[in-house]
Structure formats: C-alpha cells, structure tokens
C-alpha cells in the first residue's frame, strides 16, 4: 500500500506520538508541507524495500529522490540529508539489495551538506544554450584544480553555497562588502537582485578559487578589489610606497608584471577607474571575466583612494556631506583634507585619520545602507562600471 492510499483510507491513521504528552497525537495531514513531504519519502523507501524483499530481489536497485527541499526549511534539509543516506544503507544491509541513490537537488543546503559529507557530486549548468555536468571530485582535475576546488569547498561549507546555482559571481575582498555591493547593486538596477548571481569573499587572493569559478562555467565572474597601496606613499609613482600587497591587481594586466611595478604601471594612466577584461573559461565564449578597481575621482583630482571605505567617501563632495553626517567620521576630518594630506595624514589611513576609533568595517557597511538611500548618493565609478557590466546579456 503507498503513502496515498494510507492517507485516503479514512480506516487508516497516520499520527506522530509525543512520550511527554500521553494521550496526545497529532494527525500527519495537521503537518507542516515540508514534514509531510519527509514522511511521504520516508514512507515510500519502505514500501519499495518491502515490495523488493516480498518478490526475493537480487539485482542492484538505483533510487533517485528529486528535490527532497520542497516545503522544508533549511534546518530540516541539513537532517534529511545527512539521515537518508544511513537510512538506506540500514534497509539495504538488512534486505541484503544492493542499493545506489541519487539525489537530485535545487538546495544550497543539500549542496553545502552533500560537500560536507563527501558525497559523490555533479553539478549540472546550461550555459550558452548547452547542459553541462560537471564532476566535482574529478579523476582528470589536476593538483592545482584540485586545490583551487579544496579553497572553494571551504568557502561553500563555511559561507554561501548558492555559489552552485548561480549564473554570475561577484568576488569582492571580504564579507561586509557584501552588504555594501548589494546596495549598490539595487541602485543601479533593482533587477539585479533578481538575477542569480552569488557574492562571494575571496581576499586579495582571487588566483586561489580561480581554476574552480572557471571549471563551474559562470557566465560572467566580476572581481571588485582595492588599489591597497601602502598608507605612508606621498603620491608621487616614484616615491617609496608606490607598492601593493593585493595580488589580484595582476589581472589588471595581460602580460605579467611584478606586483612591486602594479602600481606604477597603474598610475600613470591617471584614470578614474582601472579595469582589465579576460577569459577564464573555455565553457563560455568570448570575456567572461571582469576586475574593477578604484581610480582617481572625479571630485577630488589629486586624491585616490586605496580602500572601499575611502572610495564610497571620496566618490563625490555630496558623498562627503552625508556621510559627514553620521557618526562614522572623526570630527576633524574636512573636505579640503581628501586633496591636501598625503601619507599617514591622508583620509587614506582609516583606521587612525578618517574613522573613529569604534568605528568597524561591519559599522560603515550598515551605515552606508542608510547613506546610499539618498538620492545625491554617488556610486564610485569602478563599482558602477563593473555592475554595469554584469547586468549586460550579451
């Protein structure tokens, strides 16, 4: 008999019990949906399992469970996940069938648990028109794919499994950004939320996750990262601490430079914002990759910034007034300031000069929520070039 005609079977009751509550049951159909759901895969593994031990089955059993999620809340997928599969196991060993399951999955939880348990996992992606399945733990990765998979297993377990499901990537350096980025992203286009596109924090070691993002086939990956020069560097491109640390400014160029020459060869450009297009994946034709970064603002000439925080600060004079008046700023920092002081007097050095002492990096982010309501807010030109062209489908 299958879970459907127990349940039309007015003779028939499915209740769950409660040893605290004697006497009390509470009737399958009173269930959420997700947890009927659970009960109806539950119900039916032990229909098929009797059914095959009733006619003596010998021969390997494969049993596909399609989107166990429906109706389930995130908590419950991470239990049904890791329990299903010893489940099956316990009704296999004691059936003595051979079984093989598969389960096919829309969930960024079921994925992040699938990883954490070493499941055996394909991702499937249509890209250009094409359906590609793409092995995880592939037998052809070599040592630096299998590394590059190693760094970006991590970030999913730890972070944002919609990694997965997304059509384009937005790399950015850490996690408050994100809060920041996505605003910026409703500001431009609110349709950009609605796009399937993952945010994900990367440092200043994009080159770690790069062999992984581009074996994934992502339609478009934008790299957001921050010029980093050294807080003591006077301006001058000749001058001691015309150096960076950030290690993803090397896409800026397409031959290889030193990172000790990046900021150099950047510089003496003198544009507003740096940008460099190339090809990652040879799934997707044509440029699918984009780095941004900051460049001299159209405000202040003479002032470029190193972070994002002096970036969204600097982007206008308008910027300055409104986050002026929050309590982020010190009181002593002026507009004539982001032009005039160089070195460890620039509004470059956040931490000692631009923001107070109490002020974190997760503090400025929520603030600039409120900041960028305004309609005077200016987006930094290298953040809205790089949006712009994540939002075009070409």
Request: glycine share 4%.
């Given at each position: 008999?299958?879970?459907?005609?127990?349940?039309?079977?007015?003779?028939?009751?499915i209740?769950?019990?409660?040893?605290?509550?004697?006497?009390?049951?509470?009737?399958?159909?009173?269930?959420?949906?997700?947890?009927?759901?659970?009960y109806?895969?539950?119900?039916?593994?032990?229909?098929?399992?009797?059914?095959?031990?009733?006619?003596?089955?010998?021969?390997?059993?494969?049993?596909?469970?399609?989107?166990?999620?429906?109706?389930?809340?995130?908590?419950?997928q991470?239990?049904?996940?890791?329990?299903?599969n010893?489940?099956?196991?316990?009704?296999?060993?004691?059936?003595?069938?051979k079984?093989?399951?598969l389960?096919?999955?829309?969930?960024?939880?079921?994925?992040?648990?699938?990883?954490?348990?070493?499941?055996?996992?394909?991702?499937?992606?249509?890209?250009?028109?094409?359906?590609?399945?793409?092995?995880?733990?592939?037998?052809?990765d070599?040592?630096?794919?299998?590394?590059?998979?190693?760094?970006?297993?991590?970030?999913?377990?730890?972070?944002?499994a919609?990694?997965?499901?997304?059509?384009k990537?937005?790399?950015?350096?850490?996690?408050?950004?994100?809060l920041?980025?996505?605003?910026?992203?409703?500001?431009?286009d609110?349709?950009l939320?609605?796009?399937?596109?993952?945010i994900?924090?990367?440092?200043?070691?994009?080159?770690?996750?790069?062999?992984?993002?581009?074996?994934?086939g992502?339609?478009?990956?934008?790299?957001?990262?921050d010029?980093?020069?050294a807080?003591?560097?006077?301006g001058?491109?000749?001058?001691?601490?015309?150096?960076t640390?950030?290690?993803?400014l090397?896409?800026l160029?397409?031959?290889?430079?030193?990172?000790?020459?990046?900021?150099?060869?950047?510089f003496?450009?003198e544009?507003?914002f740096?940008t460099?297009?190339?090809?990652l994946?040879?799934?997707v034709?044509?440029?699918?990759?984009?780095?941004v970064t900051?460049?001299?603002?159209?405000?202040?000439?003479?002032?470029?910034?190193?972070?994002?925080?002096?970036?969204?600060?600097?982007?206008?004079?308008?910027?300055?007034?409104?986050?002026?008046?929050?309590n982020?700023?010190?009181?002593?920092?002026?507009?004539?300031?982001?032009?005039?002081?160089?070195?460890e007097?620039?509004?470059?050095?956040?931490?000692?000069?631009?923001?107070?002492?109490?002020?974190?990096?997760?503090?400025?982010a929520?603030?600039?929520?409120?900041?960028?309501?305004?309609?005077?807010?200016?987006?930094?030109?290298?953040?809205?070039?790089?949006?712009?062209?994540?939002l075009?489908?070409?």
């Amino acid at each position: 008999m299958t879970i459907d005609e127990w349940l039309n079977k007015p003779q028939i009751r499915i209740t769950q019990k409660f040893k605290d509550l004697e006497g009390f049951e509470l009737p399958l159909r009173a269930q959420g949906l997700g947890y009927q759901n659970i009960y109806n895969i539950i119900a039916r593994v032990n229909n098929l399992f009797y059914k095959m031990i009733e006619v003596d089955c010998r021969v390997p059993v494969f049993i596909v469970i399609e989107e166990p999620e429906a109706f389930t809340h995130p908590q419950l997928q991470h239990i049904f996940i890791q329990k299903i599969n010893e489940y099956i196991k316990k009704l296999a060993r004691s059936s003595n069938i051979k079984v093989q399951l598969l389960i096919i999955s829309h969930s960024s939880e079921i994925a992040s648990t699938a990883l954490k348990l070493k499941y055996h996992t394909i991702i499937g992606r249509e890209i250009k028109g094409n359906t590609y399945f793409i092995n995880w733990k592939s037998e052809n990765d070599d040592e630096e794919e299998k590394k590059s998979k190693e760094n970006l297993k991590k970030l999913i377990l730890n972070y944002n499994a919609e990694v997965f499901f997304a059509d384009k990537i937005i790399a950015i350096e850490g996690m408050s950004e994100e809060l920041i980025i996505s605003k910026m992203m409703d500001k431009i286009d609110p349709s950009l939320i609605s796009e399937k596109i993952a945010i994900i924090p990367v440092g200043t070691h994009f080159k770690s996750y790069e062999k992984a993002l581009s074996l994934l086939g992502f339609e478009k990956i934008l790299l957001i990262t921050d010029l980093d020069f050294a807080k003591n560097w006077k301006g001058d491109i000749g001058n001691e601490g015309c150096e960076t640390t950030n290690s993803n400014l090397t896409y800026l160029f397409k031959e290889d430079k030193e990172l000790k020459d990046i900021l150099k060869c950047i510089f003496e450009q003198e544009k507003d914002f740096y940008t460099n297009e190339l090809e990652l994946s040879e799934k997707v034709d044509g440029v699918n990759f984009k780095i941004v970064t900051q460049g001299y603002t159209e405000a202040f000439r003479k002032f470029i910034p190193r972070t994002l925080e002096a970036a969204m600060i600097a982007a206008s004079k308008k910027n300055f007034e409104l986050y002026k008046g929050t309590n982020l700023l010190r009181d002593q920092v002026t507009e004539i300031d982001i032009d005039n002081c160089h070195g460890e007097k620039s509004i470059n050095n956040i931490d000692k000069v631009l923001l107070k002492s109490t002020v974190k990096k997760a503090d400025f982010a929520i603030e600039t929520l409120n900041v960028a309501e305004s309609s005077d807010f200016v987006i930094p030109q290298y953040i809205n070039k790089g949006l712009e062209w994540l939002l075009k489908n070409e």
